[in-house]
Each structure stands twice: as structure tokens, then as C-alpha cells.
């Protein structure tokens, strides 16, 4: 998903996969989108469950969030670096370059990334989570297509399970002194609006909270997503994506129809908390409406994609021009917002109610199609791609 070496790409390749690639970079660029949406409260407020500043319209944000967004759209990130995964192999196969050499480098790069941008910026960092899962991705290469599907099968299981772990969590945080949330609350406030020095602090403090979430939470949706891209992209089945959305037709509406139950009852699960039991299965249920509204996004995806209004057809090459450069525009979100909500900045962290900062998402969007559109007319890869790169090939690199 991060490879965004697009010449490696598309020299020498016909229309069709011309096309196809477009598509994924319409896929990676609509997940920015989505994981902007997803983000954007970790960034704005404390997370410790307490809404100070929260109206009664603020928990209609939240449930359309939890409902629409939370577990969707880091699977379809996920689903691409899988995916770009064995189009990186096979370009390095053909010109007779190490692959686990070059892919190991490449994941280095990345975790190094991570690691200053959960410092600096943003603790809910995704970045290392991939560069460590990468590391273990590139053992399945060789892998049967039976091992694998099993392996993404058995992944997909335990992210239910720890997505009911997390239901049990969510339920016993509810239940404690309200109190010490608060002091919590009030004491991350402080130092995210103090300088940057001390929002830095606060942001590794807070890390003790955020990662053992994205362990729960990411992890091993992530590595199943990784491996079922590693599948379809080692049949091509993205080839012809009309062959592949052609085979769930007349179960499109059954699909829609099991994603909203389950996204509705993890939706209920969330905002009324009424026993240990009724956590635990309602949170368990996101394995699913994950996946099943995912499946539909892309698929609504690959509809846009195909439409030859003028209109729409610029859209979609802005879209998917953002996809070119994620890692860039992903980083740059959570530059913007720490600069928009902690104190060396604007200093909004913890002043303002969801159905307020979410107005956000759509000038932040618009700044990553403007800047990937501008940039790109004079450079074949972003910014902070071209550092992974440089990091990556060292001397080599173009």
C-alpha cells in the first residue's frame, strides 16, 4: 500500500492495468479519507471517555462515526499494502533484485517514520504496526494459497475476540470512578496545550494508553487484510475487477444488509454500556460489519470509478492522485491537526465538540487534493516518499 514507486508500476503494462492500478490508488486515496474521519477525535480530544465539551447532538456524531467509519477503512489500507506487497516482489523479481533485502529496508524506513510521528505528532501511529506485521507478511511469500487463506481466516476469528476483549475494557472504564477519568482528562488538556515540549510528553505518556488500542484494535484485523491482499495480488484477481465484483452479485444487498445490523448493534454497544455481556458481543460484532461494509465501499468505489462524466472523472483523478501520495498525506493530517489543537499551535485540544471538529475533515481533504495535485505535476512521488525511498535503494535511487 505504501509503495508508491508508480513508474515501477505501470512501464511496459497495457491499458487495463493501467486502469486497474488507478483503482487501487482511488482505494488508497478514499481510505486517507476515511482514517482522517477515524483519527480526527484521537487528535482533538483526551481519550478517556469524558466529552467536556460534548452537546446533545455530539453522541448523533459519534454513533454515525462508530457506524460508517471505525473499522472500515484501515482494512482497505490494509487489504492495498497486501496487495502492493506482491507488486513490489514481482518488479524486483523481474529486474533480479533482492526482494527481502529491499522490503526489509522499505519496512525500517517506515517504522522509523512511525515512531517520529507517534512522538511528535500523533500517538495513534499506524506506521509501525505495519513495518512490524510487514516483517512477518513477507514470510507467507512462498506460502501455499491454502496457508494463507486459512491463516487471514484465523486472523479475522481473533479480531473478533479481541474486539470483544476491547467491549470488556470499554465496560469496566465505564464503570470507574468518574473522578479519575476526569483528573485524567484535565491533566492530558494541560500538557497538549502547553508548548511543544510538553505536548511531546504528554504525547508518550499517553502512549500507554493509545498502543495496548491499536494492538487490540488494528493488529490483527491489519495482518488478515495483509494476507488477503498478498492472495488477490498474487492471482491478479484485480486484473479485471469486473470479473471479481461480478462474483457477489445478487449478494449485495444481503451484505449491506448483515453490515448495517452489525455496525448498528457495535454502534449500541458503544454509546449504552448494560452489562459485561452485552459489551462484549456487540463489540465483537465490528469483525464483521467491518468487513462487510469495506467489501461495499470498494465496490461503490469501482462503480465511480467507472463513470465518464467529466465532473465525476475529475473527482476520481484527484482521489485517486491523493492515493499516490498516502504515506505523504497521512502524515500531513496529523501534522495539520497537531498544529491545529495543541498549544504551539491554535490550541483547541479538548475546546471543542465532535459535530465541530469534524467540519475539519473536509478543508484538511481538500489540502491533500490540492497539494498531491500540485506536487505531482513535478515530482512522480510525494515528499515523504521519496524519502522512504531514498532510505530504501540508498545510492540506487531514482
Request: aromatic content about 20%; proline content about 2%; some cysteine.
Amino acid at each position: 500500500m505504501l509503495d508508491h514507486t508508480n513508474s515501477m508500476y505501470v512501464n511496459g503494462e497495457n491499458m487495463n492495468q493501467s486502469e486497474r492500478l488507478q483503482y487501487l490508488d482511488l482505494l488508497r486515496g478514499f481510505a486517507i479519507f476515511g482514517i482522517l474521519v477515524s483519527n480526527l477525535p484521537m487528535i482533538a480530544e483526551p481519550p478517556f471517555g469524558i466529552g467536556l465539551n460534548n452537546s446533545e447532538y455530539s453522541l448523533y456524531i459519534l454513533g454515525l462515526i462508530y457506524f460508517f467509519v471505525t473499522g472500515k477503512f484501515f482494512v482497505i489500507f490494509s487489504f492495498v499494502f497486501g496487495y502492493g506487497f506482491t507488486i513490489l516482489l514481482n518488479s524486483l523479481e523481474k529486474k533480479g533484485i533482492d526482494s527481502k533485502n529491499i522490503f526489509y529496508r522499505r519496512l525500517m524506513g517506515l517504522a522509523m517514520l512511525g515512531v517520529f510521528h507517534a512522538i511528535f505528532f500523533f500517538n495513534g501511529d499506524i506506521l509501525v504496526t505495519y513495518a512490524i506485521l510487514g516483517y512477518f507478511l513477507y514470510k507467507f511469500k512462498d506460502s501455499s494459497d491454502g496457508k494463507i487463506l486459512k491463516t487471514g481466516f484465523s486472523f479475522w476469528i481473533l479480531s473478533a475476540i479481541l474486539y470483544a476483549v476491547m467491549g470488556l475494557l470499554i465496560y469496566f472504564a465505564s464503570t470507574e470512578e468518574t473522578n479519575t477519568s476526569l483528573e485524567l482528562t484535565k491533566l492530558s488538556i494541560q500538557g497538549y496545550l502547553g508548548n511543544f515540549a510538553s505536548s511531546t510528553m504528554q504525547r508518550l505518556e499517553d502512549l500507554t494508553y493509545t498502543f495496548p488500542f491499536i494492538l487490540l484494535f488494528n493488529w490483527s484485523s491489519a495482518f488478515m487484510m495483509f494476507l488477503l491482499g498478498l492472495w488477490m495480488g498474487r492471482k491478479k484477481i484485480l486484473q479485471n475487477p469486473d470479473d471479481f465484483f461480478n462474483r457477489f452479485k445478487g449478494y449485495w444487498i444481503s451484505i449491506f444488509t448483515v453490515g448495517c445490523i452489525s455496525n448498528g448493534l457495535y454502534v449500541w454497544g458503544n454509546l449504552e454500556t448494560f452489562n459485561i455481556f452485552h459489551s462484549l458481543i456487540t463489540n465483537s460484532l465490528l469483525a464483521l460489519g467491518g468487513i462487510s461494509f469495506a467489501l461495499v465501499y470498494c465496490y461503490g468505489l469501482y462503480l465511480f470509478s467507472k463513470s465518464e462524466n467529466n465532473i465525476l472523472t475529475e473527482i476520481k483523478n484527484s482521489i485517486a492522485t491523493v492515493g499516490t501520495m498516502s504515506l505523504t498525506n497521512y502524515l500531513m493530517h496529523s501534522i495539520l491537526l497537531a498544529w491545529i489543537f495543541n498549544g504551539w499551535g491554535f490550541g483547541y485540544y479538548g475546546q471543542l465538540a465532535p459535530e465541530v471538529y469534524m467540519l475539519l475533515v473536509f478543508p484538511i481533504y481538500g489540502v491533500n487534493i490540492g497539494f498531491s495535485v500540485f506536487w505531482k505535476r513535478y515530482f512522480s512521488m510525494g515528499p515523504f516518499e521519496i524519502i522512504l525511498r531514498k532510505f530504501t535503494y540508498g545510492k540506487s535511487s531514482n
